[in-house]
């Protein structure tokens, strides 16, 4: 089994997991030791199915100021969650090919692995709500029919973006890519690169 074979099973047991209650607020009871990226990747993508639904509530035009207020710090609270969970992924597969000397011609890559496992997993969930929507059943044969087509493309994707991920990790398994990390350094969390913030204290 490759890596994003074993990586879209998890997800999608997460998926399922969250669907269980349907509810933001909803315990997490993650199944995998602590310490291993099962995980780690369980986890990512619970983060990523309750922050699919935090932007659903949020968008409802009914919701009063204050609850979208609230709601807004929590999506923001998650995105970082989000941002060091993905770090951390990083440094799982940085610590596996740790010991691999890169070849003489190994050239960089746009993204790192976490990267696009990050966009795997939010795939996962495009995957199962473009699923719910196709199978519909107050929709119309038109909303399923549209929606349908559209989860093709996204399995597609899928299959398209595992793919890579694979051979991303193969060539720097065989020193054909270097793997380097730069780590997120989002300004606006800070208390002391915030300008809002370090003006106040």
Not at 31 to 53: A, E, F, G, S
Not at 71 to 84: A, M
Request: proline letters at 4%.
């Amino acid at each position: 089994m490759t890596f994003t074979e074993h990586a879209n099973e998890i997800f999608l047991q997460a998926i399922r997991d969250y669907h269980v209650t349907d509810s933001v607020d909803a315990p997490m009871h993650n199944p995998y030791d602590r310490d291993t990226i099962d995980y780690r990747l369980y986890l990512k993508c619970w983060i990523d199915t309750v922050q699919w639904h935090y932007e659903d509530l949020i968008r409802d035009p009914q919701i009063a100021p204050e609850e979208a207020l609230q709601l807004k710090r929590r999506i923001d609270r998650s995105n970082q969650d989000r941002t060091d969970l993905v770090e951390e992924i990083d440094s799982y597969f940085r610590q596996q090919y740790s010991q691999v000397r890169a070849l003489p011609d190994a050239r960089l890559n746009t993204e790192s692995p976490a990267w696009a496992v990050d966009r795997l997993s939010i795939l996962a969930l495009k995957i199962w709500h473009m699923q719910e929507q196709a199978e519909r059943p107050d929709a119309s044969d038109e909303h399923r029919s549209r929606c349908r087509a559209k989860l093709d493309v996204l399995l597609e994707q899928r299959t398209d973006l595992s793919t890579a991920i694979d051979q991303l990790l193969e060539d720097y398994e065989k020193g054909r890519k270097v793997m380097k990390v730069y780590r997120q350094m989002k300004m606006y969390n800070d208390p002391a690169t915030n300008p809002v913030l370090y003006k106040k204290s």
